[in-house]
């Protein structure tokens, strides 16, 4: 082992104060959903979300389909969700589970507590061959070496703080060729209901809301 001082390592992993964003953070595992042609079976599905108020300074939003795959994940202006936002996607018609959360948040400046990795010297003692002439000798001498050592400092951070946050989730059963629409209406904290309509056209191009085929479970694959 070289014996210069390397530099010190900041370690990625940071303990907020407030880690809010335990809501989301799962994404690493979650991939986006593939979601059918138009020329392969499918149902139409919108995804449609009314706030009764606003907070915070941004709004993250999500919809997970089978707990893994992504329908929809953004981050927009809070301001934004003082009319209904809409998206609308096609889908696989076979069972669905789909998850909703909302989350509005702001920012501040904290001091929160971060580890890193430093390289620390210590003295260590190793063998070696010190004989001539063909005898064979063993000496011992002093060395320094290094080891990764783990500290902590506090510092100055931004940090997401949470002012509003919402989940909820349903199970049905989409058809090929129907519409469907999911409406998330929040409320409050902790307060909000994901309800599922099949849209049923009418002649004059409304549509008529008709409860989902909904289910408890999602069949094992």
């Known amino acids: 082992m070289r014996n210069s001082m390397p530099s010190i390592i900041i370690c990625r992993t940071v303990k907020l104060i407030v880690l809010m964003m335990g809501l989301f953070l799962a994404t690493g595992c979650i991939r ?19 706030y009764a108020q606003t907070k915070g300074v941004k709004l993250r939003e999500r919809f997970l389909i089978q707990s893994k795959y992504s329908l929809l994940s953004q981050t927009v202006d809070s301001r934004n969700a ?15 589970g789909i998850e909703a959360t909302s989350v509005f948040f702001h920012f501040e400046t904290r001091m929160v507590r971060e580890s890193y990795q430093e390289q620390e010297p210590y003295m260590a003692t190793e063998t070696y061959n010190c004989g001539a002439a063909g005898t064979y000798r063993t000496c011992t001498r002093s060395v320094t070496r290094y080891r990764s050592v783990t500290k902590y400092r506090d510092v100055m951070k931004t940090v997401e703080v949470p002012d509003l946050s919402c989940s909820d989730s349903v199970i049905f059963q989409p058809a090929d060729g129907h519409i469907y629409l999911l409406e998330m209406t929040v409320q409050d904290q902790d307060s909000c209901n994901l309800i599922c309509y099949e849209q049923i056209p009418n002649p004059d191009g409304t549509f008529a809301n008709a409860p989902c085929q909904m289910l408890t479970v999602l069949p094992e694959d």
């Open 32 to 50: 986006a959903y593939t979601p059918p042609t138009s020329a392969e079976p499918h149902a139409v599905l919108k995804l449609r979300r009314t």
């Open 82 to 96: 003082e009319n209904p936002l809409i998206d609308g996607i096609l889908i696989h018609p076979e069972p669905a």
